[in-house]
């Protein structure tokens, strides 16, 4: 169900922003055919949104604390609560501003290259994340790749040629309105 609503809602995601940049905006005198195209409005949006998801979290851990001290919490939620946990780490929390300042970067340029690609190509594209992330997985924390993963590897990137394949080969129909998909718009992604 997990994998379902991340599929759905991924979709959706990519869908909806793709919209949002083709809507026109009030033409104003003198100015042709303007959409509506802030692609960093667009990430700043999705961040606060994620940052509304601290306030939650916050808000089952308060509601634990509570249940907790009420002696409510059924036994699976007791041994699970943070604070009987103590990690302790001597990394500088600090550190956590290099891989933020990557996932604000990727997704501007994500964000940037949704306007000048077809959502699908996009969503394609982004699927390389998953390969791109084993291969760092390989070379940064020296892990072994099984049968398995190779494999699932293969199919993602054979569906990322076929839509690719596609995409370049579909006759174009001269009466249909045809996006057309920028190479700088597919640098962006692959660099992202």
């Known amino acids: 169900m997990v994998m379902l609503g991340m599929l759905v809602s991924g979709t959706a995601n990519t869908i909806l922003m793709k919209v949002q940049n ?17 692609p960093f409005f667009q990430c700043a949006v999705m961040f606060l949104g994620e940052l509304l998801c ?47 300042a990557f996932d604000c970067t990727a997704s501007t340029l994500m964000n940037i290259a949704l306007t000048m690609v077809a959502a699908s190509v996009y969503q394609m594209l982004r699927g390389m994340i998953i390969i791109i992330t084993a291969v760092m997985s390989i070379v940064f924390l020296k892990r072994k790749l099984y049968r398995h993963h190779w494999t699932s590897m293969g199919f993602i990137f054979l569906g990322v040629v076929l839509v690719g394949l596609a995409y370049a080969l579909a006759p174009k129909n001269p009466d249909a309105p045809q996006e057309e998909t920028k190479a700088l718009g597919l640098i962006l992604l692959v660099v992202a």
């Open 22 to 38: 083709q809507t026109p905006v009030e033409q104003l005198p003198g100015i042709q055919n303007k959409t509506f195209n802030h």
């Open 54 to 100: 601290l306030g939650v979290y916050g808000a089952k851990l308060l509601w634990q604390k509570r249940q907790r001290k009420l002696g409510q919490l059924p036994p699976e939620e007791v041994e699970s609560l943070p604070d009987d946990v103590k990690l302790k780490t001597s990394i500088n929390p600090l550190l956590l501003a290099i891989p933020a």
